[in-house]
């Protein structure tokens, strides 16, 4: 959080406005801030360790250590808005995956199609080149401060946060003008910083479950 001085009431003023947002157009925001309320751009990545895949093996965040870059992928195939940007995010592995840049879906949701098995089956019928991570804890998504699926983490060589956010400026393919994560995945590789650093994800909101209080 910047040095401005915020009424006390402003972080619950900031979840309220995220949960609106999404139906929202990206520019018709004009506020300044940081949109997450956990990391913070240029904060180091959050381990996670041990989390099953698709493929039938165990991954953390150590097993990327030769990566130049990690684009960490919340998202899920329950959300209508996730299943959209599958295409998009097959393509992003295929493009970026020869260039030292490991893109990584990971799912948290704890309904059936958001589980490992049906996962599986999906990844396996749909053909893709990626396959999911699953987080029954949701722990990795705590960790991140992720509201929404998809929502998008871009880590540099160092592990620092350059991105964090949509992936594009459109839902709609055919109207997109920016590729938010696309110019962090670049800018991070250059070495440099990308112009822009940090959006609001659009999309369903992550299915977190609810902690029974004593």
């Not at 053909?127 to 992720?146: N, P, R, T, V, W």
Request: aromatic residues 10%; neutral net charge.
């Amino acid at each position: 959080m910047n040095s401005t001085s915020f009424h006390p009431s402003f972080p619950v003023f900031l979840r309220v406005l995220r949960a609106f947002v999404v139906f929202l157009p990206l520019g018709s925001l004009s506020f300044g801030g940081e949109y997450n309320e956990v990391l913070s751009i240029g904060d180091a990545a959050p381990a996670w360790t041990d989390l099953p895949g698709t493929d039938g093996k165990t991954h953390s965040l150590a097993d990327l250590k030769d990566k130049d870059v990690v684009v960490l992928v919340f998202t899920c195939a329950s959300c209508p808005f996730a299943v959209d940007y599958e295409d998009r995010l097959n393509a992003l592995v295929k493009k970026y995956g020869e260039k030292q840049v490991a893109v990584v879906p990971v799912s948290v949701n704890r309904v059936e199609a958001d589980q490992l098995p049906a996962l599986t089956r999906r990844v396996k019928e749909k053909g893709f080149a990626f396959h999911y991570l699953y987080d029954e804890s949701q722990k990795i998504a705590k960790d991140h401060g992720a509201i929404f699926t998809p929502e998008f983490y871009v880590f540099g060589k160092d592990r620092k946060l350059v991105y964090m956010g949509a992936m594009d400026d459109s839902t709609d393919p055919a109207g997109v003008k920016v590729k938010y994560v696309e110019d962090a995945i670049a800018a991070a590789l250059a070495g440099t910083k990308p112009a822009v650093t940090e959006t609001i994800a659009r999309g369903c909101r992550v299915r977190y479950a609810r902690e029974r209080r004593e």
